[in-house]
């Protein structure tokens, strides 16, 4: 990252720049092209990390808007702070969803194009899903279900996915441009 000329350049862990669909709520079959349990967690963790990468970086552009009492700050008030320090509630110490800062990103910095929101969809499977394989098959699936209604005796699949590489890829990339978004966004400020 370099502070000084507003240019944040997140760590993509894969660049995956060649795969260009995307989607959202949806079941996802990608051709076999089968992982070892040692890939799975690679790309596992390059799509963790280029999403965290992701919500840092809009909550250091946002704190760059004019009032914002990180202003300049960099997170300097927190980023090497001791448990217990008091620090000033700013979009970097805020409890904002990821859907709450791509709302108000988009809102304030009118980025061409506008960040998905299917990217929050994409966070939640990953974040709350669940992970598993049958005992026939090679790849992982990631299953994320709604949050039931009060009551309710069923509950709906919001999204499905069979983790395959080509899936984690293509993801990976989708995440890094909503990165570049937000770069080209903060460059403007």
């Known amino acids: 990252m370099d ?15 060649n795969l260009s669909s995307r989607y959202s709520n949806a079941s996802i079959s990608f051709e076999d092209n089968s992982m070892d349990k040692q890939q ?42 001791k448990v217990g320090t008091l620090v000033p ?31 929050v969809t994409l966070r939640d499977a990953i974040a709350h899903g669940r992970v598993f394989a049958g005992p026939d098959e090679e790849e992982f699936r990631v299953v994320k279900f709604e949050k039931p209604q009060r009551g309710a005796t069923q509950v709906a699949v919001e999204y499905s996915a069979v983790m395959t590489e080509a899936w984690f890829m ?18 403007k400020l």
């Open 89 to 119: 509630v700013s979009d970097l110490s805020s409890f904002a969803s990821l859907r709450e800062l791509i709302k108000v990103f988009n809102e304030k910095l009118s980025p061409n194009p506008p960040l998905d929101l299917a990217l």
């Open 40 to 81: 799975h967690a690679i790309h596992l963790g390059g799509l963790v990390g280029n999403l965290q990468s992701l919500e840092i970086a809009i909550r250091l552009a946002l704190a760059q808007l004019p009032g914002s009492p990180a202003k300049d700050t960099y997170g300097d008030d927190f980023r090497n702070a």
């Open 3 to 17: 502070w000084s000329g507003k240019t944040f350049n997140a760590a993509a862990p894969n660049d995956d720049r």
């Open 170 to 187: 293509e993801n990976k990339a989708w995440v890094r441009d909503a990165i570049e978004t937000v770069d080209r966004a903060w460059g």
